[in-house]
């Protein structure tokens, strides 16, 4: 009896998962194929960041979150290869990378995610993925609404100092997003409110945020609505929203965003149409002489299912990546790398 209650068990868990996939868009027969599938985390794969190495870029590392309450981040070589695992963190969703953060009287990369169970977010150092924090920094605290899920770092060109940009499952229009300076204390990593701003629709939640250092400008993704731009720079005192776009063509949610730079002003923005199974391309420059207007330029078939987050380089990292590397989240708890050649001749095809 024993036996049959197991097997009818794994009989109705099998009938579930295909009920669920089958809601799912296919991959498309003519979908760009990755270059490298990483190995598969435990829990669920959600965002991934590229962190690269100061003096052998072939040495970066590819930064991920597993989401769940026993989850952590992971780090991964170019061969998709697992190489280091973070401590324990109780649903870690997005992850950041910047460079150069002093704590401790030294300059430190760090890797800092969002711990939804905790509402904290929680900064390691790279590329060894240990914490730095103290067990972590609370946010958005004093709301009732919390659960921290987005982010994304911003290095001001002028002084260096370093930004976190936080969203959260839901939150009011107007401050739904919470900006931290990020600073030393002693041997650990700290932060502080300086802003709090973002319009939001009410239609689903804000999850893929993304920044521009160069151009100095956050853009984030009120799924289901549109893709928001604003000024990064906290003391602008400018919470004034620049422009909305990508309002049409997804199928459902517009979500994870990758900035690709060809110049310090001119390359990629992607997004992912995550039901669809695309990537949404716009000039990160603009169009017309105008830096708020955003066409699309190509929508392109990947590989990757449902993804939530992305990240691309243009650095030369080697081997199959002279051009740069794109990575995308997709189910089945894996990152996928694709050569960035492979992209660009996508969006020429649509020129």
Not at 245 to 272: C, R
Request: some cysteine.
């Amino acid at each position: 009896m024993k036996n049959k209650t197991i097997l009818a068990f794994l009989l109705l868990s099998t009938l579930f998962i295909a009920c669920k996939e089958d809601k799912l868009a296919p991959v498309a027969a003519n979908a760009v194929k990755p270059t490298v599938i990483t190995e598969a985390l435990p829990h669920d794969t959600d965002d991934p960041s590229i962190w690269i190495h100061p003096t052998d870029p072939s040495k970066s590392i590819i930064v991920g979150t597993d989401k769940d309450s026993d989850g952590a981040l992971y780090a991964f070589d170019l061969k998709g290869k697992i190489i280091a695992k973070s401590e324990v963190l109780k649903r870690p969703n997005n992850v950041d990378i910047a460079y150069g953060l002093v704590v401790d009287g030294k300059k430190i990369d760090v890797a800092v995610t969002t711990e939804r169970e905790s509402n904290k977010i929680r900064i390691f150092s790279l590329p060894d993925l240990k914490a730095i924090d103290n067990g972590g920094i609370s946010v958005f605290e004093g709301e009732a609404l919390r659960d921290p899920m987005g982010i994304a770092l911003y290095t001001r060109k002028s002084d260096g100092k370093i930004f976190a940009i936080v969203g959260r499952k839901s939150g009011p229009s107007g401050s739904y997003l919470w900006q931290y300076e990020l600073s030393g204390n002693g041997k650990f990593a700290t932060a502080k409110v300086v802003r709090k701003f973002g319009a939001y629709s009410g239609k689903k939640e804000i999850e893929a945020i993304a920044v521009d250092n160069e151009l100095g400008t956050v853009l984030y993704c009120d799924e289901q609505f549109g893709i928001r731009k604003y000024k990064a720079d906290p003391a602008l005192k400018d919470n004034k929203e620049l422009t909305i776009f990508g309002k049409t063509g997804f199928k459902a949610d517009n979500e994870g965003i990758a900035i690709y730079k060809k110049t310090d002003s001119t390359g990629y923005i992607l997004v992912s149409n995550q039901q669809a199974n695309t990537f949404m391309v716009y000039p990160r420059e603009g169009a017309n002489g105008n830096p708020n207007n955003y066409p699309l330029l190509a929508e392109i078939p990947t590989s990757t299912i449902e993804c939530d987050g992305a990240d691309v380089t243009s650095i030369n990292l080697g081997g199959n990546f002279k051009n740069g590397l794109f990575v995308a989240m997709s189910n089945g708890m894996t990152f996928h790398y694709y050569a960035w050649d492979l992209i660009q001749k996508r969006i020429d095809e649509k020129k």
